[in-house]
């Protein structure tokens, strides 16, 4: 432990370097330094290299390969807000093979045409200095379907599949929901020429149940549900996110204080980013290399941030029940 203070001491001086934070943006490469941290710990960007493998995770994750070799058709993947759904794709697009085409689109807020065009320039067919200049402009959405077709079966010869994903699904026009049913049908008589991937939220499930999405809906042959972690995850997860950015043997943070973490946050990734990155501030303001559930409080403060455990959790008290255990396991009580 490099230094000590009392509890008052650290609320006054995390609450100062808040506010420096706010002000400025040199305390964060300075909190990197101090620890030895090669980059930020606990960014909210998706970068794959930090997604760590819960169980939840990890079958997903199996699961879209699985899809994938398997060429299956519509796959639907859901979860809460903050689970780590676009890191999981980012993951899952360093692992393709170059015999794989991809198309991520992380706006869904497009029009058919645009989107169509969107996918023909991730496969490659069209540049993107086509698509900006409005060479495409004058081409139909018939003409650009056709366009796609001629690529994906151009693939068949060279043993090549391609795959499209949608992040945020759930916000995508009903038009547009239809026009990829209408690109599912892309086919031969044996094999799906296009694999489309629907990542969203948990209200994305109840959008293809609409009834005028029933027939995409059916066409959904594989469905997964992110899951928040656990609390062994949430304190695996932390140091596993010390570990990749080079910190992990200068800071770490106590067992009481990954509870409280776990418990602020309900297990959601992103939430944990937040109180993390807030709490190693503190902890490099009171020049401290242990966190304590002080520190963290004082983050969930500052970031006006409620217990979520009772809520987000409500899923897994059931099980841990069903299974016979007591509630009071789930905190290690």
């Known amino acids: 432990v490099r230094g000590t203070t009392c509890a008052g ?13 706010n002000q400025e943006d040199g305390a964060w490469s300075m909190y990197e330094e101090y620890f030895g941290f090669t980059e930020k710990p606990f960014s909210l960007t998706p970068d794959p290299r930090f997604l760590y493998k819960s169980e939840s995770h990890a079958n997903a994750f199996e699961l879209l390969q699985y899809a994938m070799r398997r060429r299956e058709g519509f796959v639907v993947v859901t979860g809460d807000i903050g689970t780590g759904k676009t890191t999981l794709c980012r993951a899952l697009l360093e692992q393709i093979d170059r015999r794989t085409f991809t198309a991520l689109v992380l706006n869904p807020f497009l029009s058919e045409d645009d989107l169509l065009k969107l996918i023909l320039q991730d496969f490659g067919v069209v540049s993107r200095a086509d698509v900006k200049a409005g060479r495409l402009a004058g081409i139909s959405k018939q003409e650009l379907i056709d366009t796609l077709y001629d690529f994906l079966l151009g693939l068949l010869p060279l043993q090549a599949n391609a795959v499209l994903i949608i992040d945020e699904a ?6 547009v929901l239809e ?20 990542v969203g939220q948990q209200n994305l499930k109840s959008l293809l149940r609409s009834p005028e ?8 042959s594989i ?23 080079g910190g992990a043997s200068a800071v770490s943070f106590t067992p009481r204080a990954v509870q409280v973490v776990f418990q602020y946050s309900g297990g959601i990734p992103r939430l944990i980013n937040l ?3 807030r709490s190693l501030l503190g902890a490099f303001s009171t020049k401290v290399s242990k ?12 970031l006006d941030i409620r217990q979520l455990e009772k809520v987000r959790f409500s899923w897994f008290r059931r099980r841990q029940l069903a299974a016979g255990a007591g509630a009071g396991t789930l905190f290690g009580a």
């Not at 049908?185 to 489309?196: C, G």
């Not at 899951?227 to 950015?245: C, G, Q």
């Not at 304590?292 to 409080?297: C, E, F, K, N």
């Open 223 to 245: 469905r997964y549900e992110l899951k928040p972690l656990t609390r062994d995850e949430t304190a695996a997860y932390i140091h596993h996110r010390l570990y990749v950015a």
């Open 179 to 198: 026009q990829l049913r209408i690109l599912s049908n892309l086919e031969t008589d044996k094999a799906k020429l296009l694999q489309i991937i629907l």
């Open 275 to 277: 109180i993390c990155d």
């Open 170 to 175: 759930q916000n995508l026009p009903l038009q």
């Open 9 to 21: 001491s650290q609320i006054a001086a995390t609450r100062g370097a808040d506010t420096r934070h």
């Open 213 to 220: 999405l029933r027939q995409l809906d059916q066409r959904v």
């Open 291 to 302: 966190v304590s559930h002080d520190l963290v409080i004082l983050a969930t403060e500052s």
